[in-house]
């Protein structure tokens, strides 16, 4: 399984508070805890030469891992088309947190993918509203987190093909923060947690989640369909 | 209730057969019996000036309906853009055969749209897949049409919200052929038939089915949701 | 439209908060505000015979609107039966808080459809996650109820055909609390809100929710289906 | 893994067809390759005491594949009622063909579960339609059988989860003939091929379908939901 975390990587830069939590940047710290699982993990970030993201790179990853948030628009639409291409072609993708809002996302989603939002330090659970599905493997009924930003609904994606999370936020909101998705051959997970001024994905639920998450969008081998015109398989009656 | 059906009116220009079969347009036969389904309807056109789709046209529509196949292309990014953008808004969507792959129905899917096809002159049977529907009234368990082009699956779409219909071909193929989408605040419904050298727009099942799907696409006052900077509603304990 | 309105009747004999808050029992209470909204409303309820659910009053019912909570067991398994069967050929059927453990819906379900609870006084805030749909009609994005009864997840019910409401609670739970499902012919809608011994089916935007559902969950005339051994509609070659 | 295969293993007895197309039984030629494909695999009939499926055998069987037609009935329904209990435990389920009328089905889906049939050595292709799904890796994009039993719409089943194969048949039906469902913590495969007089399960294509269907029902240490009542993880304002 190889596995590509892209990450914007420009918080880290200019924020202490991020660098701190995250000195390796929040890629380096999702790639450490995907590499220990046992993935063959290497990262991206945006200031690299085409994102990081050629097409030899792409080829290559099973799945691909993003984070982003200030610099959405800097994403050239090239690239943004890419990997949307890719991931109709069968390479699974992870979504965290502010990525909601990437250009990637969005293309996959056809909506606005807005939502509510608030920075309060507030506390935030996790609960498991489907348990059946193998990105809940290993964790328990819900996951607490002492201090997250809040993600309100209505979040504007289409209706998830499963809900696997569901949040409760201090200051009144609900989200739909786990949910998975199909496009083309491609599953697709979004992950809400993840603001970069708290140390969410040194949390080992949260990084258990996210591990499961890579595992269950990964392709295995299913059939590539063939589209355009189509000789009959059966003949047809001239009548 | 105020439709706009949309054609993109070419081949009723250049091929006879298709002129003969709809001489007031495909868009004309669309508008007329909806007109008589007691809707207020009226049409637009690729070649009017906007597409025939200016702001005040879309902002009085509950519903669009879209007939396009040779021209998709000469539809502007701009005009496909303000479409999605209404559909999202709240106006419904109904999306006619070969639009599958017309801009605005391809960015809110988010996926490619291609299927496989034949022109053959070959018997549809298009079965009724979920009887509970208000799409379905009045109709029987399936509509039978002598003649079709042929849509073969894999109809690269995300999973519908609901499965209306499933088609059977002569020719050995099936296709899902009627299906739901939610988008936003707006609602969508493609409906597989019509293609312009057959009289299916004259079938009285299919104008039905398409009477219904305007019907059920229309918003009816629900909420808008707020997005944004949200402040807490409940008290955030400072810890 | 035809409406029924089920209460097992029990708390309001027994429990003088509940018969003070609903003098006319919990059914008279629901009937009362669907009469005024145009449905032609009855109600029946336990203790009646065959608990007021002949055959006659279920055949000319379009929807059955169902509360029920300490008496389940009291249900006798025909008539319970026969409600499921009626909804499977059509009859809506809205199910309302405490009857999510109804013989009736876990028959329709198949789960077990349990969940947490708690009665503290708390306050509980119904989200708006599907502003699609009908059932939302002529409400903001959120509804408050100052004081209810808590439920919580995991609701072991199948995924919902669609989430239209998620609930957040005091007490940091949430809660799918308004979803529906087709069974059959018949469609359902679970609602959360109504514990009684709070004034919940007073408050006017939890009738309209009610209102809205009866009216979403009637059947329109759609096709019945034919099973059973069914002759060619195409010639079989015999190879 | 440990699969445990249930047939009711009444036609093997008593036509000569079917013995000689699976001298070990259905059961014997599905636990067969099954075996082969690396999976613990016993089998239970139901003649054996409590139709073989014991406490303890329920209680070790990660995945249960079930193949029942004439005895449904002979199932108790104590057993029926011990596996619907195991698989919303978190037991996988793999129904095939004629066992979608078998009591455990029905049960857990909670509507009639009829369909259209017809025996006339027709042919079937299952087109997938669903690109992503592990229980298609390793086949094409359609299967085709040259003689089976017709099976056409409408499947009285709510609507799966996932709809992994669409059938055509000769004869001029549809059917969703592959489809997955979840039901508390356990997950259920239906896969239509498989009448007792054509040697289906000796067919590549079909055992591999099969064997990927066990690989994704099985549960992989998801969360064990707790429910009743609940005590407040947030402390509650009273007013």
């Given amino acids: 399984m190889k596995v590509t ?3 914007e990587n420009r918080h880290e830069k200019t924020n202490e508070k991020v660098s701190e939590i995250y000195p390796e940047g929040i890629h380096g710290q999702l790639a450490s805890f995907l590499e220990e699982a ?14 990081g993201l050629t097409d030899e790179v792409l080829n290559e990853s099973d799945v691909l891992v993003w984070w982003g948030h200030m610099a959405h628009e800097e994403v050239t639409e090239e690239v943004a088309e890419k990997v949307k291409q890719r991931v109709l072609d069968g390479m ?13 996302f969005k293309k996959l989603m056809g909506t606005g993918c807005d ?19 193998p990105i809940t493997e ?3 009924e819900y996951i607490e987190l002492e201090k997250e930003e809040m993600y309100g609904e209505h979040f504007d994606i289409p209706a998830p093909d499963e809900l696997v999370f569901i949040s409760w936020f201090e200051g009144g909101e609900v989200f739909r923060s ?19 001024t708290y140390p969410t994905y ?13 595992k ?5 081998n299913t059939p590539e369909p063939v589209r355009g015109n189509h000789q009959p398989l059966e003949e047809i009656t001239k009548k």
Same sequence: chains 1, 2, 3, 4.
Avoid at 178 to 196: L, M, N, Q, S, V
Avoid at 216 to 220: E, G, P, S, V, Y
């Fill in 5 to 7: 975390v892209w990450n």
């Fill in 115 to 133: 939502l509510k939002w608030r920075e309060a330090d507030e506390k935030e659970r996790l609960w498991v509203a489907d348990p059946t599905h």
């Fill in 178 to 196: 786990g949910a998975t998705f199909k496009r083309g051959r491609g599953k697709i997970f979004y992950f809400r947690p993840g603001h970069e």
């Fill in 138 to 140: 290993g964790i328990g």
């Fill in 202 to 214: 040194h949390n080992k639920e949260i990084q258990k989640v996210i591990i499961n998450g890579v």
């Fill in 216 to 220: 269950w969008a990964a392709n295995t």
């Fill in 38 to 51: 046992g993935y063959d993990t290497r990262t991206a970030t945006l200031d690299e030469p085409e994102h």
């Fill in 92 to 104: 699974g993708l992870v979504v965290l947190h502010s990525a909601h809002f990437s250009k990637v």
